[in-house]
């Protein structure tokens, strides 16, 4: 499996995207599968990283990610995706139970909380509170465990200090710029 195929993929159909940062939406699932990568994961699990949003956010379907990839890649990545009016408890017992599944989930959401630091206070919030009450426990005797507890205590501490980071998209407020 040629990781740049997919790579290539993904990128087509993320084009135009961004991220609430405002950086190209690229960038995360590539991240996602980078950080799958460093762990020692797969060529698989880095792929569904890679498609991980594609089913939630694109144009792309179930049937065309089975014909690229296989079918054991597509249901991860159907697995991953959040249907309108979904359960967070069933969406992750359902990821739970599907090995690659679980590792980009945990891996998407390292990254996820690793950029909430850009975001608004509630945002920060939010995300520290879905971490905590969902996520510790799905990376409970995994690998990403002790990242995921840094980051999750990372963006504790940034907002205890009630720092904004510097983030080039994010143009600074002034009095003439609201």
């Keep these: 499996m040629d990781i740049n195929f997919y790579i290539e993929y993904m990128k087509q159909n993320h084009k135009g995207q961004k991220r609430k940062q405002g950086t190209p939406y690229d960038n995360h ?31 792309a379907t179930y049937e065309e990610i089975e014909k690229i990839t296989n079918t054991k890649i ?10 309108k009016g979904y ?33 608004s206070t509630a945002f920060q919030k939010k ?3 879905e971490t905590e009450e ?3 426990d799905l990376a409970k005797d995994t690998i990403f465990e002790k990242d995921l507890q840094q980051t999750l205590e990372d963006v504790k ?12 998209y994010f143009p600074k407020k002034n009095a003439n710029n609201h």
């Design 29 to 59: 699932p590539l991240q996602v599968s980078y950080l799958l990568k460093d762990k020692g994961f797969p060529v698989e699990y880095q792929i569904v990283g890679l498609f991980h949003d594609l089913l939630e956010d694109t144009s």
């Design 74 to 83: 597509a249901e991860a990545v159907k697995l991953l995706t959040k249907e």
């Design 87 to 119: 359960n967070m408890k069933d969406y992750i017992q359902r990821i739970k139970n599907n090995d690659i599944a679980r590792m980009v989930k945990l891996a998407d959401r390292i990254h996820n909380l690793s950029e909430a630091q850009f975001g």
């Design 127 to 129: 995300y520290i509170k």
């Design 134 to 136: 969902w996520f510790l």
């Design 157 to 168: 501490t940034h907002l205890k200090q009630n720092k904004k980071l510097a983030n080039p």
